[in-house]
T-cell receptor, first 115, second 111 residues
Framework: DTGVSQDPRHKITKRGQNVTFRCDPI?????LYWYRQTLGQGPEFLTY????????KSRLLSDRFSAERPKGSFSTLEIQRTEQGDSAMYLC?????????????FGPGTRLTVL | GNSVTQMEGPVTLSEEAFLTINCTYT??????LFWYVQYPGEGLQLLLK?????DKGSNKGFEATYRKETTSFHLEKGSVQVSDSAVYFCALSEGAQKLVFGQGTRLTINP
């Protein structure tokens, strides 16, 4: 399977715990995006990488959130001291530089539940 | 800032009915426009796209035309099937930037 993969698919945690999600983009894609989707809403942008450089962060990305893409391949999204309001689906997408139309391909998402 | 507004759902239709889901946008430049679909239990999939005014995107019998004068990108299908039941998202992006999504429209097709 050469699509975008995310791990884990589901995560249940207690308030105050730290969680980390992983995203593996399509291998030839150098752009990687993180979005968050809450129930009944469209995805909202969190952050974006081109290769290993984090080029944009949303105001939604509080100090408790950090994302990395150390070698320009996979990316991790960490949430520290989770809160119930962090419960959502976290989506990863990737695209290629040569795709002027910015066609982004999405992974299946990681569903986070904070108890 | 850029934004997308979709018609409110849910939308329920009978099989073989004509479908229209309205989408309008606000953008500072010349965005690319997209329709994504999310089937039950699955991830977001790109349904169709258009990159400039008057372009028509099409896929799986769905169509949408980029209308700059009305800032719209309405999704249409002439004859829907039960398998089209899903949530549909209109989105835009400018250059290599983030996608900005509408709130989604849940479509249910009854046999």
């Amino acid at each position: 399977d050469t699509g975008v993969s995310q791990d884990p698919r589901h995560k249940i945690t207690k308030r105050g715990q730290n969680v980390t999600f992983r995203c593996d983009p399509i291998s030839e894609h150098n752009r990687l995006y993180w979005y968050r989707q809450t129930l009944g809403q469209g995805p909202e942008f969190l952050t974006y990488f081109q290769n290993e450089a984090q080029l944009e962060k949303s105001r939604l990305l509080s100090d408790r959130f950090s994302a990395e893409r150390p070698k320009g391949s996979f990316s991790t999204l960490e949430i520290q001291r989770t809160e119930q309001g962090d419960s959502a689906m976290y989506l990863c997408a990737s695209s290629a530089t040569l795709s002027l139309r910015n066609e982004q391909f999405f992974g299946p998402g990681t569903r986070l539940t904070v108890l | 800032g850029n934004s997308v507004t979709q018609m409110e759902g849910p939308v329920t239709l009978s099989e073989e009915a004509f479908l229209t889901i309205n989408c309008t946008y606000t953008a500072t430049g010349y965005p690319s426009l997209f329709w994504y679909v999310q089937y039950p239990g699955e991830g977001l999939q790109l349904l169709l796209k258009a990159t400039k005014a008057d372009d028509k995107g099409s896929n799986k019998g769905f169509e949408a035309t980029y209308r700059k004068e009305t800032t719209s990108f309405h999704l249409e299908k002439g004859s829907v099937q039960v398998s089209d039941s899903a949530v549909y998202f209109c989105a835009l992006s400018e250059g290599a930037q983030k996608l900005v999504f509408g709130q989604g429209t849940r479509l249910t097709i009854n046999p």
